[in-house]
Structures are given as structure tokens and as C-alpha cells.
């Protein structure tokens, strides 16, 4: 067993994959939603530990990933401008546009900033009134109480220059989608732990009941993720279908209670594009009208924005769960962390970037990992 | 970014609006706003994403969570300098004057 050693309780995971083992009789196709239990999974190489009739498929769940290539295109736009601050996370400032990328439009002369919460943002915008602060609002329901508290800050402090480039997603209508595809495969699903600190579960039994399938809210350790394994194989042996919370310990089945209220103040439900998934219904959030004032796509007129995705690239099949990203051609050749054609690529939570770093084309050797690894971050 | 990393609570600022207090991941330490948690006390640990406290956690979930971020290269990429990590990525110098970049802005 290549990588149990590494666990935080070995013993503890080898009794874990021993159950999983005993339970499975079929074989079963699980989706681990979040973008951060991906990557736990190909560290730990959970996916080659379990046996063969347990397979994990990726899902979506990394925001950095599925925000919309418009949406870049109109950062990369509004970012260009003279007198605008654009503030965003380090993790989107490699993610390329139809031309170019965050850091490049830096590079250029841009006033692009890199900011660890919206609040910090927000204080840019007070220390600089004759400068347009931007902040881009990315994000699943976990991000969505900061930057609902940030815009709401910025109203009451009555910042005229402050403004959200919003690119908000919502986790359940993915799990919909993903459900209703022809194709889709998954009879299971580890649903994000963090999402679900925020929101609670109240929205997934209708969910489990509609199609069907077991909802294992799950957190990000190994040890984590196989338990959420063993729950969900043990429920689909037993032709069982609920909601199960493996992950009490941050998550409450209400969620937290002031953060939904803030995000309900706020934001309103849309539809929005997923990148390279294309349009699901009802799976985003907008400033309400009380808040359109601080919506920078009012403020900027970012209309005649022409983008093109680069044919080679699937991530949409990779976060669909239709491919690995090992299946793109694309794949280690002209798509590395380097020279990224995808998001999926670029992200810490991105499929592609997570087997290019752990499991370097498919060799899973401790050295090709170190390899890899090194070249992302060559101080780790 | 999207991941939420526990941290304890060294310092709550009452005064503070939004209601905020310093927390230690793991050795690094940032002010964090506590409105969504408000009757956490120093010593508790938390959940934290985007300069939010979202949960309460346990200590020893805590600290397993941190140390697997860790491994997992994440706290360096959550905490560490972004214009750095990009040029890193991109193979060429960092930009420069990253340093007024505002991460630090608070
Ligand atoms: S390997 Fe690159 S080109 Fe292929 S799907 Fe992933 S990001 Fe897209």
C-alpha cells in the first residue's frame, strides 16, 4: 500500500479501506465535489488504495476553475484601466483569459493587487477615495459571507468607489446538472464540507431523493475522505439514498445561521456559466438591485468583450467527470503548470494541476512526485 | 482559496466593527473578522476562509487539518506572497513593486 504510511492514523485507515473493501460487492462511481479533496486524494493516492470496484470521479468544486472565461476577460478588461485598483486572490492571477492573464496585465502597467479577504479590499478603497477599487468575487457559498459582508460594509460606509466583479457559484444546481447528464455516471456523492459548514444540508435531501443518491458531507483529511467512502459504498449496498453528515465536527445542520442571512441580503439567485461546462440554471449568485450600485459589470462598461477558449483543452469533460485529466492530449505536453491552457491547470484545487503534481503522466513514483513538486514550488 | 483553514483565536478586538480578532495558523497569524462566530472566545479554534471565521473546530481536527495543508503545499499558497508563486509559474522574474501590492493592507 503505496502511500497509507503517510496517513495521519494508519491503522485507523487500513481498518477504513478494509470495510470499504468487505462492503463493496458492485462497482460503484462516487463524485468528491470539492476541489480540495481532490488533491487530498491524489496526494494520499486514495483512488489507487480503494479497490477496483470504488471509483472516484472529480467534480467541480474548485471556483477558480469553473469561473467563466468572460468573466476573466472582463477582469482582465477592468484591471487594464487607468484609476482602477483591481483586487483579487493570488490564486487567480494565472488563470488565462482569452490573451492573457491577471499577472501579465500587471506586468503591463496594470494596478493589480493581490488581497487575502474582501476586507482588505475594502480598505483599499477607503485609503484611496480618488481611485476605483474593484474586487473580484469569486467564489462557492464558503466565499459568499465575506464578500456579502464586504459590499454590505461598503454601503453603510457609504464608499462610492468600491465595487464586486461578482463570479459566484453555488454548489447544489452543479449536483443537479451533473445528475441530469446523459452521460453522468456518479451514483454517490462526497458533498464539500466547507460549503456545508456555511449553508447547512437543508437543500441535499431533496436532492438524494430526486436522483436517488446517497450525500455524504465530507471534510478534507484522508481519514475523512474514507470514511465518507465507507458511508457512501454502505448506503449504496443497502439501496439506501440519504444525506449523512461525516463531518459534524464543522458542520451543523443548519449551517451558520448569520453568514446565510448576510448572503441572503445581498445576493440573489441566478443562472450563470460554468467555464467549460456551459450554463446552469439558478447556479449563482447577483447583487440584488438594492446593492447594483456596487456591481462593477454597472460600473464598467465591459460589453464588447470577444473571448475564445483554446480548442484543445477539456477541462469542462474533467470537471464534469466525464474524463481524467491523464485522457486530455493536451496533458504534460503543451499544457503544464508553465504554459496552462486551462484553469484546471492552474488552480491549487484543479484537477489537471493535482495529477501533474502528485502523480507527474500517470508515474506515480515518489520521485516523479518530488520532481513535480519542486517545480511548482521550488521552496516547499 | 477555496479551501477554509482552522486557526486558534489569540485576540478578540471588541471594539472592532466588523468584530475581528487576530488568529495563528499553524505560526502564521492574521486579523480575522469573528461577526459570523460572535461568541468565540480566545483560545477556541476556527475555521477561517477569506479572512472569515466560519465554525468553530476542535483542537485535535484543528491541528490535523493544519498539518495536512501544510504537507499539501496549501498554507504556503494561502499565506504566502502570490506575485512570487506566479512568477515561479510563469518561469520569469517577479513583477515588480509587488511589494505595494496590498496583501498585507490590513
Ligand atoms: S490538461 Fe490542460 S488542456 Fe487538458 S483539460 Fe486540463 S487544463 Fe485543459
Not at chain 1, 276 to 287: A, C, D, H, K, N
Amino acid at each position: 500500500m503505496k502511500y497509507i504510511d503517510e496517513f495521519n492514523d494508519p491503522d485507523l485507515a487500513r481498518r477504513l479501506l478494509d470495510e470499504i473493501r468487505a462492503t463493496a460487492t458492485r462497482p460503484w462511481a462516487l463524485m468528491e465535489v470539492c476541489g480540495g479533496q481532490t488533491h487530498s486524494i491524489i496526494r494520499h493516492g486514495i483512488d489507487q488504495l480503494l479497490p477496483e470496484q470504488v471509483e472516484l470521479i472529480h467534480g467541480p468544486g474548485c471556483p477558480v476553475c469553473v469561473t467563466p472565461l468572460e468573466i476573466i476577460d472582463k477582469a482582465l478588461e477592468i484591471a487594464s484601466r487607468p484609476g482602477v485598483i483591481f483586487c483579487s486572490f493570488g490564486d487567480m492571477l494565472r488563470v488565462p483569459g482569452t490573451d492573457r492573464d491577471l499577472f501579465r496585465v500587471k506586468g503591463e502597467g496594470g494596478d493589480v493587487r493581490v488581497v487575502y479577504s474582501p476586507l482588505d479590499a475594502l480598505e483599499l478603497a477607503r485609503s484611496n477615495p480618488d481611485r476605483e477599487v474593484v474586487f473580484f468575487a469569486i467564489g462557492f457559498e464558503t466565499t459568499a459571507p465575506a464578500n456579502a459582508m464586504a459590499v454590505h460594509q461598503a454601503r453603510r460606509l457609504g464608499l462610492a468607489n468600491f465595487s464586486l466583479l461578482v463570479s459566484h457559484v453555488r454548489v447544489p444546481p452543479a449536483i443537479e446538472a451533473i445528475m441530469s447528464a446523459p452521460a453522468c455516471r456518479v451514483q454517490g456523492f462526497l458533498a464539500a464540507g466547507h460549503v456545508c459548514s456555511v449553508m447547512g444540508t437543508a437543500e441535499y435531501p431533496e436532492l438524494a431523493e430526486r436522483f436517488g443518491v446517497p450525500l455524504v458531507v465530507t471534510g478534507f483529511e484522508p481519514l475523512d475522505i474514507l470514511e465518507g467512502i465507507r458511508r457512501a459504498v454502505r448506503q449504496l449496498e443497502s439501496g439506501e439514498h440519504r444525506v449523512e453528515n461525516a463531518y459534524a465536527r464543522a458542520v451543523r445542520e443548519d449551517g451558520n445561521p448569520a453568514a446565510v442571512r448576510m448572503i441572503e441580503e445581498v445576493f440573489e439567485v441566478t443562472d450563470r456559466s460554468w467555464r467549460g461546462i456551459g450554463r446552469i440554471p439558478s447556479s449563482g449568485w447577483r447583487l440584488t438591485d438594492a446593492f447594483r450600485a456596487f456591481d462593477a459589470e454597472h460600473r464598467f462598461d465591459v460589453t464588447r468583450i470577444r473571448t475564445e477558449e483554446p480548442a484543445e483543452c477539456r477541462s469542462g469533460d474533467v470537471l464534469q467527470g466525464l474524463i481524467k485529466p491523464t485522457e486530455c492530449s493536451a496533458f504534460g505536453t503543451t499544457c503544464t503548470p508553465r504554459t496552462p491552457l486551462g484553469a484546471t491547470m492552474v488552480s491549487s484545487e484543479g484537477a489537471c494541476a493535482a495529477y501533474y503534481l502528485y502523480r507527474r503522466m500517470n508515474a506515480p513514483t515518489p520521485q516523479a512526485t518530488r520532481a513535480a513538486r519542486e517545480e511548482m514550488n521550488p521552496v516547499a | 482559496m477555496c479551501l477554509a483553514v482552522p486557526g486558534k483565536v489569540v485576540a478578540i478586538d471588541a471594539s472592532a466593527d466588523p468584530l475581528s480578532g487576530l488568529i495563528d495558523f499553524g505560526g502564521v497569524r492574521k486579523q480575522a473578522c469573528l461577526e459570523y462566530v460572535p461568541d468565540v472566545r480566545v483560545g477556541e479554534y476556527v475555521i477561517v476562509h477569506v479572512g472569515f471565521a466560519l465554525q468553530r473546530l476542535d483542537e485535535e481536527s484543528a491541528l490535523a487539518s493544519l498539518k495536512l495543508f501544510e504537507e499539501l503545499g496549501l498554507l504556503e499558497e494561502e499565506f504566502g506572497d502570490a506575485w512570487e508563486q506566479a512568477a515561479k509559474e510563469a518561469g520569469t522574474a517577479a513583477v515588480a513593486e509587488h511589494q505595494d501590492s496590498g496583501s498585507d493592507a490590513r
